[in-house]
């Protein structure tokens, strides 16, 4: 990520400190051609989770239960395996690393930070006041849905600012546009509205030599959200 972030790391200069966690298991399944080709040598990937799809037993018996609609597990349906322990390594380490003023994910990085944000704020917690999603797809893990859905299907929206990076060549670019509609709007009391940020590239952060006035406003809209919201002059992401 050191590298893929390069761009965005410039843009917002000496001031901003980045802090970088790996995933909690050895990826599985194929990596993203487009990664493979630009970071095969940083190796090995890392995941948060293994997507298991679920069995039409348990589609069949998931529907059956009363309240819920039908076509539910056209949606959901995965099963995020092990998700519970990537929750309890990232609890324990956003308790020994503190607060951070933006959060960035990409891919299912986005998702962490889209599950995560939701099962704090559930308990009353938020360790980030912004949220950075690159190249995100929506989360379709039933084992989450909760966090997203009444039991009968009506959307809760992940109540925080945020801005959604996407590449317009992303085989994945319809889930990234689904990722950012399940964040609102207008969150209450931020000056900044939900933002998407399109580029020409696929799965990937854009290429700084390319863009580097996406990164430019990129930055600069970070740093308005803080100076707007009366924050300090030196972020943390």
């Given at each position: 990520m050191e590298n893929q972030t390069r761009g965005l790391r410039d843009a917002l200069g000496p001031n901003a400190e980045f802090v970088f966690l790996n995933g909690s298991f050895d990826a599985r399944g194929r990596t993203d051609e487009v990664v493979e080709q630009m970071f095969g040598h940083t190796a090995p990937f890392y995941e948060w989770w293994a997507d298991r799809e679920l069995e039409e037993e348990e589609k069949e018996a998931i529907e059956a239960q009363e309240g819920v609609l039908k076509g539910l597990t056209k949606h959901w349906f995965l099963e995020f395996e092990n998700i519970e322990?990537?929750?309890?390594?990232?609890d324990e380490q956003l308790n020994e690393l503190g607060?951070?003023?933006?959060?960035?994910?990409?891919?299912?990085?986005?998702?962490?930070?889209?599950?995560?944000?939701m099962w704090y704020l559930k308990k009353n917690k938020c360790w980030w006041k912004l949220?950075?999603?690159?190249?995100?797809?929506?989360?379709?893990g039933i084992n989450v849905r909760e966090l997203f859905e009444t039991h009968?299907?009506?959307?809760?929206?992940?109540p925080l600012p945020s801005i959604?990076?996407?590449?317009?060549?992303?085989?994945?670019?319809?889930?990234?546009?689904?990722?950012k509609d399940m964040y609102m709007m207008h969150p209450k009391g931020s000056p900044l509205e939900r933002l998407l940020?399109?580029?020409?590239?696929?799965?990937?952060f854009p290429s700084p030599g390319r863009h580097h006035k996406l990164y430019t406003d990129l930055a600069n809209t970070i740093w308005q959200f803080f100076n707007d919201t009366r924050q300090s002059s030196v972020a943390r992401l």
């Open positions: 322990q990537a929750i309890e390594q990232m607060e951070f003023d933006v959060a960035v994910g990409f891919s299912q990085g986005a998702i962490v930070l889209t599950v995560l944000s949220v950075v999603c690159v190249s995100g797809v929506c989360p379709r009968e299907g009506e959307k809760i929206l992940v959604h990076l996407v590449g317009k060549k992303d085989t994945m670019y319809e889930m990234s546009l689904m990722l940020i399109e580029h020409d590239g696929g799965h990937k």
